[in-house]
């Protein structure tokens, strides 16, 4: 039987390699898509080109706070995975209103909608900063939210709205919280696209603070593959940690960078740290690895150097994102 799934947000990065996947040759052979993006300035249509032609494939140009496109989307699909979100931290902290309007008011729109058609599986990715910062060990899902930043608290939101409907009306609510995730087609606005296009340039990168802030790096791929374990094998209102096992600081990571693209210490512009900059996240991941079989398989140096080559071979893609 045919699956129909609406992926929100499909034409951002993750959400994009998510659709790719699942209509690829490693995905579910029983699945039809719509991606559901309003296109902001992080949403890519070209990220969705390999599977334009797919007739299982379908996009449609929307808002997730639209409630009459919402409710008719919902009603025709049997599942939602949720990516759609204003996602770049940095601009949380310079005005707050469109993440509160997109992560919390749309996720609102999504759940009154799911609530009168009963979709069969609801999967919504959230992200590890809604723990805040840990300075020692990891989060586990049963640990209080403490986010830091406002997009943070806007996930964090957004993530309690949801289990209350599971709570309250029995929805099959299932959340994703990922670590940092890197890999090709990411915005450039992003840490790692940022630097690599800059240095790629031939400009400086600017370093937060001391460079001492500590990030767990999971491969989007592995991302992905969490996800459609979520999708197929989790259970209605729980929760699931996916990390990605190579801690860094940015110290560290900016060093890995500079030897990749063939740059020294000469490019890197140390600036004052962003404000309220969370020191360190770290997901435990056990429980979805006990339970569902994940494990990251990506190396990172490997797919560190991947990446790279990507941004390296498709200028195109992100020169008009740069301005450059
Ligand atoms: P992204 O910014 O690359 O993509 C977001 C997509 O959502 C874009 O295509 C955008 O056009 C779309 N969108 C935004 N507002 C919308 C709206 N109101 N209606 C419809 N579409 C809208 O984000 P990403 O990095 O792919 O992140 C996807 C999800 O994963 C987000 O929920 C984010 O919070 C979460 N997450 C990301 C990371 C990461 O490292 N990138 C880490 C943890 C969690």
Request: glycine letters at 10%; hydrophobic letters at 35%; charged letters at 20%.
């Amino acid at each position: 039987m045919t699956t129909r799934i609406l992926v929100t947000g499909g034409a951002g990065f993750i959400g994009s390699h998510y659709v790719r996947t699942l209509l690829g040759p490693r995905g579910d052979g029983s699945v039809r898509v719509t991606v559901l993006d309003s296109l902001t300035y992080a949403g890519n249509p070209a990220n969705l080109d390999p599977i334009r032609g797919d007739e299982r494939f379908a996009f449609v140009h929307g808002d997730i706070c639209d409630t009459p496109l919402v409710d008719r989307l919902i009603a025709d699909h049997d599942q939602i995975v949720h990516f759609a979100a204003e996602s770049h931290v940095d601009r949380s902290v310079l005005g707050a209103a469109e993440f509160v309007r997109t992560n919390v008011m749309g996720m609102q729109t999504l759940l009154a909608a799911a609530l009168r058609h009963a979709p069969r599986v609801f999967v919504h990715i959230s992200t590890d900063e809604v723990y805040g910062s840990v300075d020692v060990g990891a989060s586990t899902e049963t640990d209080p939210l403490r986010p830091g930043s406002a997009y943070a608290a806007t996930k964090a939101s957004s993530d309690l709205l949801a289990l209350s409907y599971h709570h309250t009306h029995g929805l099959d609510i299932r959340i994703t919280r990922c670590s940092n995730n890197y890999g090709t087609h990411q915005h450039p606005e992003k840490v790692i696209p940022r630097f690599v296009t800059t240095l790629l340039s031939g400009h400086r990168v600017p370093l937060y603070g001391d460079g001492g802030n500590l990030r767990n790096w999971l491969h989007v791929q592995d991302h992905v593959d969490a996800v459609e374990l979520v999708r197929k094998g989790g259970s209605p209102g729980e929760i699931y940690n996916i990390g990605g096992g190579t801690e860094l600081s940015n110290k560290e990571l900016t060093a890995l960078l500079l030897d990749a693209v063939g740059a020294g210490w000469d490019s890197v512009e140390f600036v004052a740290d962003r404000k309220g900059h969370d020191r360190r996240y770290a997901v435990d991941h056990g429980k979805i690895t006990a339970l569902l079989g994940y494990r990251p398989r990506r190396d990172f140096r490997d797919s560190l150097a991947e990446t790279v080559a990507w941004y390296r071979d498709h200028r195109s893609w992100w020169a008009p994102l740069t301005g450059s």
